[in-house]
């Protein structure tokens, strides 16, 4: 499994105490060797101090560090001084993206900024910084919640790569079958970058429902009644969702997917496990 790749992401801590118990977390996923971390972005860039702040100090520590970068809310010259500090600090790879809607938008608040989708935020960044950064844009195997039909939802994603995205990494999912036939439709109209499948430990029930609710994951039948029928059984969930998230990844990769990108929700031992078991881990 050399040639594929894995990453890992996580979210800004909001504390002192946080942010050490993300170091801890941090620690124990650099040994696994992942290409990179990626570090997300609030809803209208809520958390833009603490995605760089994180996103500066893995990098201080040696590793490659890629920032989530949110379109929403932002304008063209909040983005270049972002841009030309990541630039500044050696920074080479970005997630670009259009963010989530602060709450109280709608959607007929996009237009109200001076960027509404993601494929203006990349071509925006590859028209102030060239070559300089890998832009990796966001796919969905189970369509976007907010896309009108699969085809628009295919279409926008061409026109993120057409803007300059170098790669993609997808939306979390459990069917694997949404995720060779996105990759099938998208190579038929032309579309041929590198697709790393967004992968979801699951760790929680409660709060992986309340995830896939919000972002239209699709979280298959046969595995919402186990993981109900387990009731307060916090072992046998995690033990059930190893298993699951592993052969998942296993199929993935034996399909051809070029990488793994795991949803850590800063907590390394779900990842840890599953990389060991794929052998991933270094």
Known sequence: MS????SIEFFPPKTAEGAEKLRITRGKLAALKPAYFSVTFGAGGSTQAGTRDTVLEIQREGLNAAPHLSCIGRSRDELRAIL????????????????????????????????????????FIRAETGDWFHIEAAAYPEM??????PQDDLDNFARKVRSGANSAITQYFYNPDAYFRFVDEARKIGVDVPVVAGIMPINNYTQLMRFSDMCGAEIPRWIRLKLASFGDDTESIKAFGLDVVTQLCERLLAGGAPGLHFYTLNQAGPTTTICQRLKLAN
């Open 3 to 6: 040639q594929n790749t894995f």
């Open 144 to 149: 976007h919640p907010q896309a009108k039909s």
């Open 84 to 123: 030309a500090e990541y630039k500044a600090h050696g920074i080479r790879q970005v997630v670009a993206l259009r963010g989530d809607l602060p709450s109280g938008y709608g959607a007929s608040d996009l237009s109200s900024g001076e960027f509404s989708h993601a494929n203006e935020l990349i071509a």
